[in-house]
């Protein structure tokens, strides 16, 4: 069973910064896709960060570039979302995501974590 468990959310300032942790079991992590999305209230999940098991490649959203980094620790099966400088407008549940195959659009991964609130105050 594949399962995802994000940690790492909660409340920071403005300028501030967090460490997401999303811990994958279930299946061969080396060969699916990871992604970090979001999903802020009435607003589409958008992609945040992903990486490409095919060709290694990373994605970030023009939002989040120079500010955010994804990373994995294959060894330990977790996929980490280290955000620095976090603005308002970045709250958001954030969710990691696996898939076969992936891509940058939520609905190319078939498998999702529960979630995590990200609040940054103003």
């Known amino acids: 069973e594949v399962q995802l468990v994000e940690s790492g959310g909660g409340l920071v300032q403005a300028g501030g910064s967090l460490r997401l942790s999303c811990a994958a079991s279930?299946?061969?992590?080396?060969?699916?896709?990871i992604g970090w999305f979001r999903q802020a209230p009435g607003k589409e999940r958008e992609g945040v960060a992903c990486?490409?098991?095919?060709?290694?490649?990373?994605y970030y959203a023009d939002s989040v570039k120079g500010r955010f980094t994804i990373s994995s620790d294959n060894a330990k099966n977790t996929v980490y979302l280290q955000m620095n400088s976090l603005q308002p407008e970045d709250t958001a549940v954030y969710y990691c995501?696996?898939?076969?195959?992936?891509?940058?659009?939520?609905?190319?991964?078939?498998?999702w974590g529960q979630g995590t609130q990200v609040t940054v105050s103003s």
């Open positions: 995501a696996a898939d076969r195959v992936g891509g940058n659009y939520y609905h190319e991964y078939e498998y």
């Open positions: 990486i490409s098991r095919r060709d290694g490649s990373i």
């Open positions: 279930g299946f061969t992590f080396d060969d699916y896709a």
